[in-house]
């Protein structure tokens, strides 16, 4: 939980009226019930983050007999200790985060220009401009020469926070951020924290330059039983008085465990960070500017979409993928307020693992504009838009835990010799022979799907229920009823009849045995979809092959499988031909190895996003 806790000031030291607190009722949900504790331990809440003690005190008893008051302000003073320096030569400072009123005042006094930026902020100071907004909203002015952050974010908030930063700080003006960051991203476990390599790498992308990296997970880790203690003390009265309810409270004990136990274990740690922005930046694109899928229209891309694919731009197409679809992207501009020359996509999938439900992400939609692909080195916008997106969405830890898809070969080579990709399958397709008038049967019947009937939705989340068991070694994307709605009726071009949607029944006792999709590509129906029991498979391609050979608009049946599958589908005389497409998976953020992944995907055409 970001910037989760919170400490007071002794009022006998700072005096019964301070110029700075938080106001806790303005603070989000999750905080109250600490705020709460700490005002009633401590009479007001002025700050929202850890104390650290001494990094080799026992975690059992607090930093040498301090207490948690204490803790929290020898914090406090180590924080004014790193930015002292920084803020006495400096004209105008920008504070962000729930706890740093003490840090502004002090910046005040200095006599720096000052805004402070926090949706609970409350001060008497009149010399102290506030923003009650967050960082992203806020309009605080420009050319800070530092700026100092709280906390630790949702790894997504990374790229539009630093974004945010260089738009307002003067070129070399300083940065400092602190919190809680993933350190240990090697198990499949998804965290809200933000990765600490993946920080790093995108700081510098940014161009950004880090001075300085302290790491403060040890004083930190020494503050948390004091913290347990006191909210064990002060949750009985809280729920009394009905300031906490008891979920409330037992989800913030809860949360509290989760932090010390991956505190203990290596995966959490507690960074300070000193970064400045470069002055002079040199290197192709190092001013482009890099956001998400609400940074943009999507008209903007329009000729972007029509220079790097050489074909007309579809608005609806691009609506069902990223909306529909609730796509995900990252986009690169030259820079600030400039056009868009990158753009990588990709639209997320459920899918079962192994036999374990999960979501994956199929990358989409790469583009750079051909008057600026001059290479596609590690400073191309090429790279750096995908090493954004796969760092923002592909891993053990983030959104996606896959990430697979269809790129051409110049995509896929360039995407590996930069670290990107690796080759886990290849994409083949398996032609049908006619069957002969001996081979046809009369024990099957097929009927079209109305996705709407209620009946024809059980009957497909049945056969698929039927289908997903048979992948304990494998992977499949979900093919449930409100997917193939989505896939197949919502597509724009649906209303073409592009797809045929056919039920397979037994004909003596007219229970469904498959849902099958169809499409005319070329001269022969593509078998784009199929959902039934793996056995069934071949039994059902027999009977689609026939159902096709009384069909004049074609000369035959065909399916696109991935080789490791290849078996499943092989009718007997089935000619097998390369389409030169590799099935790509991440390697660029720690996930599920090439060797894990290889051969295991089962993909048809219809996982083919554009199709």
Known sequence: MCRLYCNALDRNKYGSNPLVTINTEQLPSALKVLARALEQEFGECRYLYYGIGEPNSPLSVGSEGQSLLEMQQHFSDRLWQEITDVVQKSKKALFVGHSLGLLAEQSVARGAETVWISTSARANNKNLEIHNADLLTADPGTAFDVIVIEGSYHYLDQLPILNKCREVIRSDGDVYLFGEYLDDDSAIQQSRLANLSSFKQLSDRLGYELILEQDLTLEVQSALPML?????????????????????????????????????SGRRAYRLFHLT???????????????GIDTFQPDEVAELFEKSFNKGWDAELWHWKYTLGNGKCIVARQHRGGEIVSH????????????????????????????IRKHYGKSSLFFKAAATFLEREIG????????????????????????????TDDFIEVLYLTPTDKSEGKRFSWSSVDINNPMHQQVVDALWEKMW???????????HSQYLKYRYYDHPYSVTNLYQCLMLKDGSTNSPVAI???KIDG??????????????VKEVLTQLNQLVKKDA????????????????????????????????????NPGPSSETLYGAWWLTAGDIDFM
């Open 523 to 536: 001269d022969r129906k593509l078998v784009m979809d199929l959902i039934c029991p793996i056995a069934a």
């Open 277 to 291: 922005k470069v002055a002079n930046p040199t290197g192709e694109y190092i001013n482009a500017e890099y956001g």
């Open 516 to 518: 099958a999709v169809l």
């Open 228 to 264: 347990s203690a006191l909210l064990q003390q002060q949750g009985p009265l809280l729920i009394q008085r009905k300031l906490a309810t008891h979920q409330g409270f037992a989800e913030l004990k809860e949360n509290l465990q989760l932090v010390a136990d991956e505190f203990n």
């Open 344 to 371: 990588y996509g990709g639209v997320p999938r459920e899918i079962y693992y192994f036999g374990k439900a999960s979501v994956a992400i199929q990358p989409c939609d790469v583009m750079v504009l051909p008057e």
């Open 396 to 423: 053990n830890t983030v959104n996606h835990l896959l990430g697979f898809g269809f790129p051409n070969k110049p995509t896929m080579n360039t995407s590996i010799r930069l670290g990107l990709y690796e080759k």
């Open 469 to 479: 068991p048979n992948f304990p070694t494998g992977i499949i994307g979900m093919r």
């Open 553 to 588: 608009q074609a000369v035959g049946l065909k399916m696109w499988i991935t080789r490791g599958w290849l078996d499943a589908v092989r009718l007997e005389g089935a000619i097998v031909n390369e389409l030169g497409i590799e099935i790509p998976c991440n390697s660029w």
